[in-house]
């Protein structure tokens, strides 16, 4: 396929800074002027580029290309060291990368249209923004010392680049929204600066990684194929405010170490400041474009394969604002001490195999303004409040056994005493079970043993002679010990 006008101007446009031209420095004045052949590339970059609404209008050769709009340069060499195309409202369309080394410290070109195959491509920009764009083909080439990448809501496949792992300036990273595949790292704790990461809506597989970097606060691995256990180390992450695993293939249970997330359990994070990060949060039902205020605790377990009894620790961490644990295996009872995270807004848990009476203490959750209960085994009666009366009936379907408001179903006292004395008596039942159990396997024993020395001549007469000589020996040996014990006493 040849070269147009527009795939030329991308080349240029990304050639920058891989060259090994110096910049020149005016000597008049001291003023440092934008360097000649940079301008020039960009120049030709604008003429490939299909600009509808003429926002590049200010991209003039009468004037410098420092002061072009999107365009910054350094101070001292004049050499364009950020190009920020990101449209306010519509982008611009229809150019290609091409393979070539590209070495602009700050790239921004999200938001538009730009497609191709950049596989081949070595970007030595230590910023990377090419989010919401139509690239296809394996990831970029990128520099290890790369500090901020953003490459989601493309269309990339393959695997995450070697060496990944060894990004130790790496501090944002994500990849959402992409067909990506392979295993993650297993161990990212290289990755000491890692603050932000998003796989989600790709097609990761694997387990999760066991050994992840202390300073990590946002991770998103939802929708992709991991499997195995949640690793207890995932929980020494004091920092983490959001952690976000649903719609993956995980088992087993959850891990009681969860209480080990200091930042869901308490306000103090003196030894460390949050940034500000804007991700895909999903609350309340919906799904929201969320920029973090310092504020939020969000723990999303939801649509995998987890088992057993919710640990008491995840009631402990009553910073948190969102719980997901819907559309799992989960069993038991919720405890009473839920009425201490005071914080949540949002609990859903449908989809479960808990049962029991809903604890009364949610009815003081003043902040809670979704609650998602359905296809459970609670039962009782719903308990009297504002708050878990004002949400609507379908929070609480598929309990067959509950009632009272908003449920159509009334609580007569009788169903109420009927049910509750019934699971009292579940212990007593159980005991009687086993009494019964062990009173039918004696009474089977007895009559196996007794029935054939009873049809049987020869067993009988082995037996009696059998018990014959048993008591002869012990006879025996009382005579012996008596004897021993009085000759003794002679002595004395």
């Known amino acids: 396929m040849g070269f147009t006008s527009h795939n030329i101007s991308i080349l240029f446009l990304l050639f920058l800074y891989a060259t090994t031209f110096h910049s020149c420095i005016s000597t008049n ?134 060496g990944f792992e060894n990004w130790k300036y790496l501090y944002y990273i994500n990849l959402r929204g992409n067909k990506l595949n392979g295993k993650v790292p297993f161990d990212l704790s290289n990755m000491i600066r890692l603050e932000f990461m998003d796989l989600g809506r ?47 293939m995980l088992s087993g249970s959850i891990p009681q170490s969860i209480y080990n997330i200091t930042a869901m359990a308490m306000d103090d ?48 961490l009553v910073k948190v604002q969102t719980l997901n644990l819907s559309h799992n295996h989960l069993t038991g009872r919720i405890p009473e001490t839920i009425g201490d995270m005071k914080s949540m807004e949002s609990l859903d848990l449908s989809n479960n195999e808990f049962y029991g009476e809903i604890p009364q203490s949610m009815a003081v959750l003043s902040f809670l303004n979704y609650l998602n209960l359905s296809c459970n085994s609670f039962y009782g009666k719903i308990p009297l409040g504002t708050q878990l009366q004002s949400f609507d009936a379908s929070s609480y379907l598929g309990n067959l056994d509950l009632c009272g408001a908003p449920l159509t179903k009334n609580c007569s006292e ?22 019964l159990g062990m009173g039918v396997g004696f009474a089977v024993g007895f009559w196996v043993v007794c029935g054939s020395l009873f049809l049987n001549r020869t067993w009988r007469h082995t037996y009696f002679r059998f018990l014959n000589h048993v008591a002869h020996r012990l006879h025996v040996v009382a005579a012996l010990n008596f004897g021993e014990i009085s000759y003794q006493k002679k002595l004395w």
């Open 202 to 248: 790709n097609e990761f597989s694997g387990t999760i990684p066991m050994t992840l970097p202390l300073s990590s606060q946002v991770m998103i691995l939802r929708s992709n194929q991991f499997v195995g256990n949640i690793p207890p180390q995932l929980f020494n992450l004091s920092f983490l405010f959001h952690l976000d695993l649903a719609y993956n």
């Open 269 to 316: 994070v003196s030894k460390k400041g949050y940034a500000s990060y804007t991700f895909n949060l999903f609350t309340k039902g919906h799904e929201y474009e969320y920029k973090y205020n310092g504020l939020s605790r969000t723990i999303d377990f939801s649509a995998n394969n987890l088992s057993g009894e919710i640990p008491l620790e995840i009631f402990k």
């Open 414 to 435: 009788e169903n109420l005493d009927n049910k509750l004395h019934g699971d009292n008596e579940d212990g007593e039942l159980d005991r009687e079970s086993l009494h």
């Open 29 to 162: 004045l001291g003023v440092v002027h934008c360097n000649e052949k940079d301008q020039h590339t960009l120049s030709i970059f604008k003429q490939g580029v299909i600009d509808p609404f003429n926002r590049l209008s200010t991209w003039s050769t009468e004037e410098d290309c420092c002061a072009w709009k999107g365009v910054q340069c350094d101070n001292y060499t004049g050499r364009v060291t950020k190009v920020d195309l990101k449209p306010q409202r519509y982008g611009y369309r229809h150019y290609q990368f091409q393979p070539l080394r590209a070495g602009i410290k700050d790239l921004c070109l999200s938001n538009n249209f730009i497609s191709g195959d950049i596989s081949q491509v070595t970007i030595n920009s230590l910023s990377l923004k090419l989010d919401h764009n139509n690239f296809t083909g394996g990831l970029p080439q990128m520099s290890p010392n790369v500090s901020y990448v953003d490459l989601s809501d493309n269309s990339f496949s393959g695997s995450i680049p070697q």
